[in-house]
């Protein structure tokens, strides 16, 4: 089938927030009313999360729905298109958890959109715990049509930015793997500058000398 210069104009969105932001629950509730509107859609998600043993998107406040492994090996053109050929093409395309996504499938995504006229909406992180961007968000805003923020509040008040990795002392982490699946008990959305404060914190109590404290 060819589907090149559809009729119906499609787009790619990414929405980026930090932990917490509500984004899953964003995305669900998106998808609650294209189902009650009656418009064709499917939920998308890589495997990376391996928190959940069943192929679902479910977010803190305990919602969840039905969703499509991606693979890191995952040829999302090929995929989707599959998809069209046996269930019919497809308004929507909702992904959860899109910083995971490798660059190669977000460029796959934009085909979709751009020879199908299928809409993408992305949600995800923007930067990892040390500040840096995820490669998928970063491809994700070299590429998407929509750019738009899922604000929330750092408990000083100020908005969040950084998704902060603690250890179970609260001790804000810098070192470790970029990517270690977790919750509260392991992250912590904060401002720039709560972050900096902690970081500096930690750096003081790491040099200082315990033993000369004790001969003192």
């Known amino acids: 089938m060819n589907y090149e210069n559809p009729i119906r104009k499609g787009k790619l969105y990414f929405r980026y927030g ?3 932001s509500a984004k899953t629950a964003m995305l669900l509730t998106t998808a609650y009313n294209f ?3 009656g418009m064709d859609y499917i939920c998308m ?5 391996n928190r959940e043993k069943d192929s679902v998107i479910r977010s803190r406040i305990g919602i969840e729905r039905r969703c499509s492994w991606i693979y890191p090996e995952s040829d999302m053109y ?9 269930e019919g093409l497809k308004e929507w395309i ?13 460029d796959q995504l934009a085909r979709i959109v751009d020879n199908f006229g299928v809409n993408v909406l992305c949600y995800g992180l923007r930067t990892d715990f040390q500040s840096h961007l995820f490669d998928g968000s970063r491809r994700l805003f070299e ?3 929509t750019i738009d923020e899922v604000k929330s509040t750092c408990t000083c008040g100020r908005k969040t930015i950084i998704n902060a990795r603690i250890d179970r002392a609260g001790n804000v ?11 509260n008990d392991k992250y912590m959305a904060m401002c720039r500058r709560c972050w900096a404060k902690r970081r500096c914190e930690r750096d003081r109590i790491e040099s200082l000398d315990f033993g000369d404290i004790e001969k003192g």
């Open 173 to 183: 982490v810098m070192d470790g793997e970029q990517v270690e699946i977790g919750g």
């Open 94 to 106: 909702l992904i959860d958890e899109a910083q995971f996504l490798s660059p190669e499938q977000v």
């Open 35 to 37: 189902e009650e509107r």
């Open 78 to 86: 090929k995929m989707l298109t599959e998809v069209f050929d046996t």
């Open 45 to 49: 998600k890589p495997i990376v999360d």
């Open 18 to 20: 930090t932990m917490g």
């Open 143 to 145: 590429i998407a049509d």
